[in-house]
């Protein structure tokens, strides 16, 4: 059973260190830095409460919209449900909270995530060439009215 619940900058900061993808390991206090002037939601998700993955969101600068900024599945718990469910949560708290839009940009290079978003309805609505083409940045939209 998948559970998904607010996390604290803690448990961010470890379980940002348990994703692979991630090869810059962030310092403690990572996301405290980075959020606490921030409208923001923070979720970890368990599965049998044992930590699977994490989603992190702000307020953009337009009011209206959320930026879906860090998140990750551990390899062991990919294809089990965890990624929908804390992007479930993530947009319905986004409704409940006034926003109209969600985006986030991934990389050329994870092609999974970019299947994701596409499967929850978002649309690539700008991609950004930055690096070899592996690394450009792929911006991705959703409507949540």
Known sequence: MITVRTASFSELDEVHR???????RVAHGFYEQNLKHRLFLALVAEVNHEV???KVAYQS???????SWMGGVLPEFRKTGVANALAEYQENWAK????KRVFFKTRNRFPAMIKFGLSRNFKIIEVLQK???Q???????KDLM
Not at 18 to 24: A, V, W
Not at 135 to 141: C, L, T
């Open 18 to 24: 348990m994703i692979p993808e991630f090869p810059d």
């Open 52 to 54: 699977a993955g994490f």
């Open 61 to 67: 600068e337009s009011p209206e919209v959320l930026y």
């Open 96 to 99: 409940e909270n006034g926003f």
């Open 131 to 133: 690096g070899g083409v």
């Open 135 to 141: 690394d450009y940045r792929i911006v991705m939209m």
